[in-house]
């Protein structure tokens, strides 16, 4: 080759790479927001546009998508999905992206994208504030990415309701959407703002976790009525307390009429949270308020003179995607009604993250959320284990410079500890309990260096006992006489056992021996603290705290020489309030006095059992009780879990479900389960009277049960109809069993 043809070739790679760079960087996506002066300040609704041209159909055209804080997407027209991107952030600096195949709705030839973009501008208990509005759109497979080539503006129609506002634990603002002024302002290219990872946003990860199931727009038949101040209220009774975003079709013959729509939630908890206003333009209009709000009954109040005419009034649903696989009968209605009551609350209670409640907070404390994960794991499909993960990966994600563990998290306008939830969350009823339902391993691996950061700041007094630590919120639970220095021992307790199974699966077995030092002067020093009746610490002078005589017996603590003096105390002391009340329900079941944990459970929980008006459980005894009594917190469903656990006696023995147990305590005369583990559906039953026991068993494929028989004079046993040689039950494989115990009479 000549000198000249070698300079030739030479430029044109040159050249070759040049036009690469430029067009990757031409196929870059950016950050944009709208170019307006106000696109950041709370509330902040804006739209934007792009067309494009596709030479043929893809296949796959999978978007990346980051909003700050939600966004709306159309694709040619179609609503493709309803509320994206989560609230900020798996850590506190970081943002999530969703992963969104555009592929069904696009075509061959002119394409166009549609976005409706909420900046909430503000911080929350569950969001982190960026200061910033944004989109972020990649679609570089077919060339499609968000720069200053789309159109966008903000939505001054959009604006937010007066006094009262949401509360500050709430991120998201209560909206007021003026139609007179639908359609104002120009369309402008759109203002850059940085490129993928940069910017206030930080570094994206993936979310975690399913976009929301749209359950779809419906009508409903409405009551009217007045109230005392001249306004007509149309209402409407859901079908149950969901999150929803109402929607109204109506003709106004004038122009300005302010509707008011809220739910019967609008001050649950005893606090301001979200409603909506809508203010007409002449003539027939739709509008649906596309911030979420849970209640059950939809409330739309306006003035009785305004010329309106309401053609249809109703709602759309939204939710985590998952639905509830697992099933529950028993032959006792107080308890089936409790167990629908119980997976309605903790539905609704689960977004972008576990909520204490969905009205006054939507806050993720990790107390509450070990419970919900629970039941979760016991009743919903599988797809219910990512908000687990999400939750406990953000926990020890956003552990404090000084080895703090603290919720709720994200967050940004708290950050104080609960050290007593903070325990929970990293012992065994919440780390080491995700990984025996899951089997997920990484997830240990991932959070074991914060666990050990975590115990390395709690430290044993003089006696051995748990140094009491106030944290940012010397909470143990609501309601008075609590123990709280044995209460914090007992959790401390577990969350060295937790670590030490942690460390030993994840290769750290050079710290056990210290955990295993501080357990047994733990155990030591508490029981110390016995006076003969019951668990007292010598600093305590309340009445004997019936939470601490749970814990000595859930925790292992106590042994079986003082059962029946606690159970004693569990007939004279009622403290508890639902939260630790299901801890107090387990170690009845636990000691052999399931009878009055089952009579202590209709008699303490019956009223919101009975409660007609509200679909779920409440936060406290009654409500507006302690704590503000929100009328739907799923810590209250906990008992649920000890019918699972304790009552059908059903708990994985090797992480995964890979074997598990078939224990049951027939409390009931008769109950039937199935549990949607992750290797397949568990079903079980039993049928309980003087003279058989009878047991049903599915054990799905790839795992083994062992069956633990309630301590009984059983004259034969029979298993698929053949007598069993002894007592003592054989490994049972994947199959079906049917189990018959007749008993001495």
Known sequence: MTVGKRHFMLCLLVLEAVMASLT???????????????????????????????????????????????????????????????????????????????????????????LLLCFFGKPGFSHVNSGQSGLIFDVSSIGLVSDSSWQSRRLQAYQTCGSPEANFRLAESCIRYDARLENQGELRPSRELGTWGTGPWGSLVERPIPLWHDYGLKTAGYKQAEDGEGNRILSIRLSYNMQ????????????????????????????????AEYITRRGRQQYESLGWMNGDELRIIYPKEARLTIHSVGYRETGYDCYREGTFTCSDPIVCRYWDKA????????????????????????????????????????????????FLREVVDWQKADSVVFSPVPAQNWSGELPAQSLAVMGTRGLWYYYMQTGDIETLHHAYPALRRYLGIWHLDADGLTEGRAGGWSWGDWGSEIDMRLLLAAWHYMALQCAIDVARLTGHSEDIVGYERQRESIARAFNRCWNGSAYRHPTYNGLTDDRVQAMAIVSGLADST?????????????????????YVLEALVRIGHGEYALERFKRRFGPMIDDTLHSTLYESWREGGDGGGSTNHAWSGGMLNVFCEQVFGLQPTTAGWQSFVFAPCPILPEASITVPTVRGLVEASFSDTPA?????????????????????????????????????????KAGKYEISCNKKI
């Open 24 to 114: 990757a960087q031409a196929q870059t996506a950016r950050w944009i927001t709208a170019d307006d002066t106000l696109s950041c300040k709370p509330n902040t609704w804006m739209e934007f546009h792009k067309d494009f041209q596709l030479r043929k159909k893809p296949r796959q055209a999978v978007a990346r998508i980051s909003a700050d804080s939600k966004y709306w997407l159309w694709v040619n027209g179609d609503l493709v999905v309803f509320e994206g991107s989560l609230k900020r952030g798996p850590n506190p600096s970081d943002s999530y992206f969703d992963n969104v195949d555009l592929a069904p709705y696009l075509r061959k030839g002119s394409n166009d994208v549609k």
């Open 244 to 275: 929803m975003t109402p929607y109204i079709d109506l003709t106004d013959e004038g122009e300005g009429t302010t509707l008011r729509l809220e739910t019967d939630h609008v001050h649950g908890g005893s606090d301001n949270c979200i409603r």
């Open 343 to 390: 997976m309605r609350t903790l539905y609704v209670n689960m977004r972008d993250n576990y909520f204490d409640c969905p009205d006054r907070e939507r806050a993720q404390w990790g107390g509450d959320a070990t419970i919900l994960m629970g039941q979760s794991f016991y009743q919903l499909s599988p797809s219910a284990g990512a908000l687990a993960r999400k």
């Open 562 to 582: 003082r059962y029946e003096a606690l159970y004693k105390q569990f007939q004279e002391h009622e403290h508890a309030s639902p939260y630790m009340e299901r």
């Open 692 to 732: 058989r026991l009878r047991l049903t068993l599915a054990v799905p494929k790839g795992t083994t049960a062992s069956v633990v028989l309630p301590q009984s004079d059983y004259t034969t046993i029979r298993v698929n109809g053949k007598p069993l040689k002894g007592q003592r039950m054989p490994v049972l």
